[in-house]
């Protein structure tokens, strides 16, 4: 059954803002996010805030359905409507992820000024899931995408995951209209990170973008013995390299095999 949901000015006033709460209400948008998730009647779903049931009519054909929703309204009005799937009134930062021991998909339009602390989470922790959909603001997305160059975002982002641009949703299609457009993302997530090492990994790439238009030399030259790295590496700018550059320059410095 699909929920309808009218959005008028009486909800208006119930819209908590510090939540950071914009509803998705474009139904083609919706089904198209939950049918990115391939096969979903075989696998766990965890949906990142509910809300109204706006994605969350399009998921209960999971094998089980797992919704963390805030607020205890929407709480309210979620059970209303699904008697068939798990609604927990928790903030997903708190949610204990490691009860479904990687064998889950992950899904939700996150809050914007959530989303640095979303990804961490999600990223640093063991149990990761095995694909993600998440909406999030555009700007943010295209910096995980690396779309104009690279950046500390996206080098850290690729340790973890693949991620594909799944779509462009401008910011009409939501209520109440945010500021920006949002983009879609789908990351799907490596069985191990591809380094050991992530917490220095990730120490390294901010001591390389700290001044991102110095050379690399330049930035490491205070931190770390350089002798052993390639003098054409170290004369770039850290957009300027590779991936792969990026981790033969942190596996030299760390001794950390690569594959």
Known sequence: MTYIYNYNKTFEM??????????????????FLASSLEDIHNNIVVEIGGGHGELTQYLTSAKRLIVYEIDKNLCKILKNKFKNIEIINQDFLKADLSKFKNNYYLIGNIPYYLTGLILRKIFSIKEH??????????????????????????????????IKKLVIIKKDQFYPKPKVDSVALKFIFFKEPGIKKTEDFEKFLKIIFKQPKRKIYSNLKKYYNLKNIEKELLEK??????????????????NEKGD
Do not use: M
């Not at 390299?241 to 981790?247: D, G, M, Y």
């Open 14 to 31: 119930k819209i908590k803002k510090y939540w950071g709460q914009h509803f998705l209400k474009n139904k083609k948008f919706l089904k």
């Open 129 to 162: 899931p095995k694909i993600a959909i998440l909406t999030l603001q555009k700007e943010y997305g295209e910096k995980l995408l690396g779309k104009d160059k690279n950046n500390f975002l996206n080098l850290w982002a690729k340790v973890w995951c693949d």
């Open 237 to 254: 700018r850290p957009h300027q390299l590779s991936f792969e550059e990026v981790l033969k320059i942190f596996q030299a410095l760390y």
